[in-house]
Nanobody, 123 residues
Framework: QVQLVESGGGLVQAGGSLRLSCAAS????????MGWFRQAPGKGREFVAAHWRSSGITEYEASVKGRFTITSDNARNKVYLQMNSLKAEDTGVYFC????????????????WGQGTQVTVSS
């Protein structure tokens, strides 16, 4: 069973930056599209960004477009989420996920999930 492990979360002031990492236990990028989701306290899990395997296209939720960047390092089986100009509303637990579908924003379509990493942005 492939495992995903996130790291890089923490406490940062508004306007600051963080880089999240997601390490896969084995080579998955040829077969999976990778996504980042987040869950704020008392809210459902929401799509943040994804990298579609077949097209190579990256896609972002509207509120993070221009501030967040998803990248992957196939040689290291890692996916990153660079988060700049962070806002208080970016606070939440961030999850890395993988899907065999070519492209989807739906939580239910992702088969593999990490345990999450907490991001807290103070205003």
């Amino acid at each position: 069973q492939v495992q995903l492990v996130e790291s890089g979360g923490g406490l940062v002031q508004a306007g600051g930056s963080l880089r999240l990492s997601c390490a896969a236990s084995e080579l998955i990028f040829p077969n999976y599209s990778m996504g980042w989701f987040r869950q704020a306290p008392g809210k459902g899990r929401e799509f943040v960004a994804a990298h579609w395997r077949s097209s190579g296209i990256t896609e972002y939720e509207a509120s993070v477009k221009g501030r967040f960047t998803i990248t992957s390092d196939n040689a290291r089986n890692k996916v990153y989420l660079q988060m700049n100009s962070l806002k208080a509303e970016d606070t939440g637990v961030y999850f890395c996920a993988a899907t065999t579908l070519a492209s989807t924003r739906w939580v239910i379509d992702y088969e593999l999930w990490g345990q999450g990493t907490q991001v807290t942005v103070s205003s």
